[in-house]
């Protein structure tokens, strides 16, 4: 409890904290278990190719996309709450479905559903902890992140220890789980404040101006999320299929494990330091050793060297997503908070869409080696651009807040 004590002297802020991370932990937990249960469901027993996984995933990222700024106009003028219930809702009806349907339309369809739900989850979350004072929002963003890398890393390694029983086994624990994050959806009454609700400007005009102002972050949210999603479709295949790794679904479950402990580890420090070290050299040289490691684990087929590129991996990414947060968090004022995050979180999640598309494309036409490049050469290219903006000054934040 040091780091959340050391969080804020506001205790509102302290238990938003926790609240928000039991939050983020439980639906990103649900959200890795479906992300590494739905490949191997859809290679082992439909026998659907890469290319039908990589659709279900884009349509999930993409519905989440498209709704976003929808969403976080509603965010701003309607109760936070009701909002949130809505969409874990929907995302639970989404996964009872997948108890029925075996099409790949239809599960395109339900993926899509599953993702509409949950697009109000991080807005809310990003949008309140952008009212904290600079100086502890990056720790905030630490705490946060490390909750939905613990979640997503857990939920993909229990996931996998499920399915030995049976997938569906798995995924009844998946819903069940589920209905746990509607509860505790339940008990969040933090978010955009109401103060600020009415005071929304309802300009477009200023919301062009912040997005304008903004320009030279979009590269960032679109490639960043687009090149690690390249690997969303293959990773559970390439690492469990005898042809290339080989790890079976207990080994497999216990690498993640290991790999989110230390990832965790890493995104807590590296919040807390943040500020001190610079965010902006910070996420330049986090996405350097990111890009040099994914294509080292995916031109190695050793499982001792996977597991050491992926630590390098792990590590490497804990350093970019606090940095790169508070990078865009400063770059939104006071005003449109759930329009500006539901923006940027918009074409994030397009490069979301768009990478586990490409990542089952580019597998099916070439192969999961290529995939592996395509991805740490994109984040390489992007570490080189954002070096050199950032020494021309124009990385540097502009705080509105």
């Not at 938003?16 to 959200?31: D, N, P």
């Not at 290679?43 to 993409?62: E, H, P, Q, R, W």
């Not at 339900?110 to 993702?115: I, K, M, P, T």
Request: hydrophobic residues 55%; contains cysteine; glycine residues 10%.
């Amino acid at each position: 409890m040091k780091i959340i004590d050391n969080l804020s002297n506001n205790i509102t802020e302290k238990k938003a904290v926790i609240k928000f991370s039991l939050l983020i932990f439980l639906t990103e937990f649900v959200r890795g278990a479906y992300l590494n249960f739905i490949p191997l469901y859809s290679d082992n027993m439909l026998k659907y190719s890469v290319a039908i996984v990589g659709a279900i995933i884009c349509a999930y990222f993409l519905a989440e996309t498209l709704s976003k700024i929808g969403v976080g106009w509603i965010l701003d003028r309607f109760d936070n709450r009701v909002v949130l219930v809505t969409g874990l809702i929907m995302s639970l009806v989404s996964l009872y479905l997948l108890k029925f349907i075996h099409s790949p339309v239809l599960l395109i369809l339900d993926g899509a559903l599953n993702g509409l739900g949950f697009a109000p989850v991080w807005l809310i979350v990003l949008g309140y902890i952008t009212t904290f004072p600079e100086e502890k929002r990056a720790l905030s963003m630490g705490i946060v992140y490390s909750a939905w890398l613990a979640g997503l890393g857990l939920g993909g390694v229990l996931v996998n220890f499920l399915i030995t029983k049976s997938y569906s086994f798995a995924l009844n624990i998946i819903i069940i789980l589920w209905v746990f994050c509607v509860l505790i959806g339940l008990l969040i009454k933090e978010g955009i404040k109401s103060k600020e609700r009415n005071e929304v400007t309802k300009s477009p005009i200023s919301i062009l101006k912040e997005f304008t102002n903004a320009k030279y972050l979009v590269p960032g949210m679109l490639l960043q999320t687009l090149s690690i999603t390249i690997l969303a479709p293959i990773i559970p295949i390439y690492l469990t299929n005898p042809d290339f790794i080989g790890l079976s679904k207990n080994q497999y479950g216990i690498a993640l494990a290991v790999l989110g402990i230390v990832t965790v580890i890493s995104m807590i420090v590296f919040g807390a330091y943040a500020k001190r070290v610079g965010v902006e050299r910070l996420f330049i040289f986090g996405l350097l050793f990111t890009s040099v490691a994914i294509i080292g684990m995916g031109n190695l087929e050793s499982a001792i060297a996977v597991f050491i590129f992926g630590l390098v991996i792990g590590i490497s990414y804990s350093a970019v997503l606090p940095s790169w947060n508070v990078i865009m968090s400063n770059n939104i004022g006071k005003e449109n908070k759930g329009v500006m995050w539901g923006g940027f979180s918009t074409i994030e999640g397009l490069g979301r869409a768009l990478g586990s598309l490409a990542g089952g494309l580019i597998s099916n036409r070439f192969n999961f080696h290529f995939s592996f490049n395509v991805s740490g050469i994109i984040i390489f290219v992007l570490s080189i651009f954002y070096l050199i903006i950032n020494n021309r000054g124009i990385l540097k934040h502009n705080d509105t807040n």
